[in-house]
Every structure is written in C-alpha cells, then in structure tokens.
C-alpha cells in the first residue's frame, strides 16, 4: 500500500516508476487466497476503515469505483475490498510497470543513478529509489547508503502472527462472525460473511502477538491444528471437521512505535516508506507513501520528468 500510493502520487506528477515485488501476484499484507469450490480468505489485513483528510477522499473514491463497500457483520465502520483485501492492491498496480516475482536484494548508487538486483537479474539506473518494505527489511537495504535512515528503521519493530485459513463443510453457526481478544486468539471472521463473498463456510483465524512469538518456528500443520482448537475451545463449540486447512506465518505483521515519518535523502535520492513510518495501519501506510513522494517531487521539480526513471522494492 505504502509503495502504490507513492508510485501513484508520482505518476500524477509526471514521473513513471518501475515498482519491484517478491511476491507472485497483487496483495502484500493484503492478500488473499481464492480457491475453486467457492472457498477464499483474506489472511492479511481484514479491514480498513475510512480515516481522515486527503485518505477519507481516496476510500471515498474507492468506494465508488467499487473497489470496496462496507461490511456490515465486521466491526464498526469496516470496509473491506470487493470481493478480495487484495483487489484493492490490484487495483492500484494497474497502468504501474510492475515486475512480480522480482526479490531485491541489493541496492547499489553510482554516478548514473541507482540500480537494483537480485537473484539472476539487475536494473537502472533510476533517478531515485524508495524502500517499501517492513521496517526489519528496509534495515539492511538502506544501512550501505543512509545510516540515519537505516537506524530510524532498525528503531521500528513489527509482532508476528500465525493466521489459520479454514473450511467447513456447515455453516458454524452458533458463531458470531467476528471474535476479537479471546485468549490467544486475537482475531477471527467468517471471511463468506463479508460482501462479495459466497460459498463455503471459509474462517480467518489470527493468533496474538505474543502465542505467534512463541511458536513462531513451530511447524505449519501443527499450528494450524493447534489454532483450530483454541478457536474452538474459545467459540464454545467442538473442534468442526475441515475440508481445507493451512496456516501462514507473518514474521512481520504489526509494526509499533512508529514515529519516524515518511524517509527522504535529497542528495542520495534515496526514501523509505511504510507503516512501520506513520500510525494507522493501512491509513499510515498510505500517508506515508503519499506523504515521502510530495517531498520527492519537491526535491527533483527541477529535472524533467521524462528523464527521471523511480523503482519501489517492495
């Protein structure tokens, strides 16, 4: 989100960045897995709410693209995307020149500019480069060129958490759509009950802070069968017989104590952005991104935009 919303205020200003991602497909800590049967999760961020100022307008705006509509069984206020989390990140990719599957690991600056490689493959020079990543990934990348910016993100820390993906073959219904704060479970939905959705009785089952530290290097199917029986154990019901079961492991998931603001080194033409830099979850996410490309504009007004080549890694 960080990432997107900088490259797509950058656009606006006639710059064209090339944006860099690991991941095979649209969605980050948005994602979602959609499978055949009707079954599908949001096993990332499960909602966002409207906010304020300049993001209330862009939530106005992606409402009424239909991009996402609020949901009526969640929490108060909760919007989520239509009919995945991960449509929203779609969304914004398209018009970027955005190369999947592209793991950056490392960022070097010459004379011409930045490049960037990783396994088998290298590009630039670009006229600036942003990190958007988490705070305990963007650390090592920025320490080789900005040690203040690389301590700023080295001084951030995101919690873990183990989410379980489920599949019932009946509805649970004795369960309330949404459990939040029960015991070791922080979080759990009926991800079919949110709008867009049909088919199978699909959960979202997301363990707290500290039981996900605790078990973080635990074995996949062992967590997911021991998730499975705390959500039970706390929903009152008997452990539901399954038809799809898988745990994912987000060793960067929350970030706290942000207090760094949105990272930008003019000389270097170097940023970083996130939401390890402001509050708010997806809201700070996008601020921040919003936020670091107004001070890149600011800075590099006085080159032609068609010259400028920006990436993002991410």
């Known amino acids: 989100m960080a990432g997107l919303a900088c490259a797509g205020a950058l656009r606006v200003q006639g710059y ?3 944006l860099f991602d690991k991941g095979r497909r649209p969605g980050g800590r948005l994602s979602s897995l959609q499978l055949e049967d009707g079954m599908a999760w949001d096993f990332g961020a499960q909602f966002l709410l409207a906010g304020e100022g300049a993001f209330a307008a862009q939530v106005s705006a992606w409402r009424q693209a239909g991009l996402i509509a609020p949901w009526p069984e969640g929490p108060e206020g909760a919007l989520v995307g239509v009919p995945a989390m991960s449509t929203l990140v779609a969304a914004q990719c398209g018009g970027h020149d955005v190369r999947f599957g592209a793991q950056v690991q490392r960022i070097e600056h010459g004379g011409d500019g930045w490049q960037v490689s990783g396994p088998g493959w290298r590009e630039g020079p670009f006229g600036a ?7 305990e990934q963007a650390a090592p990348l920025l320490s080789l060129h900005d040690l203040a910016m690389a301590r700023e993100a080295a001084a951030a820390r995101s919690t873990p958490c183990w989410t379980v993906m489920a599949a019932f073959d009946q509805p649970l219904a004795a369960v309330p759509s949404v459990l939040r704060d029960a015991g070791p479970i922080a979080w759990a939905a009926r991800n079919s009950s949110k709008p867009g959705r049909t088919g199978r009785e699909c959960w979202v089952i997301q363990a ?3 039981w996900s530290a605790d078990n973080l290097e635990c074995d996949r199917e062992a967590v997911a069968e021991r998730l499975l029986a705390l959500f039970a154990a706390q929903a009152g019901i008997e452990p539901p017989s399954t ?6 492991r987000w060793r960067f998931a929350l970030p706290y104590g ?3 603001g949105a990272q930008w080194n003019p000389v270097l033409r170097l940023g970083a952005c ?7 979850a997806i809201e700070g996410a996008w601020r ?4 670091l490309a107004a001070r890149i504009a600011c ?3 006085a080159a032609p935009a068609e010259s400028q080549r920006l990436s993002r890694t991410g």
């Not at 480069?129 to 705070?135: F, G, K, R, S, Y």
């Not at 996130?274 to 708010?280: F, H, M, Q």
């Not at 921040?288 to 936020?291: L, M, N, Q, R």
């Open 16 to 18: 064209e960045p090339v």
């Open 129 to 135: 480069l942003i990190v958007a990543t988490p705070a």
């Open 208 to 210: 707290g802070a500290q």
């Open 243 to 248: 038809i799809f079961l898988k745990a994912h």
């Open 258 to 260: 942000q207090t760094a």
């Open 274 to 280: 996130g939401d390890w830099c402001l509050p708010g």
């Open 288 to 291: 921040s991104g919003t936020d």
């Open 299 to 301: 800075s590099l007004e």
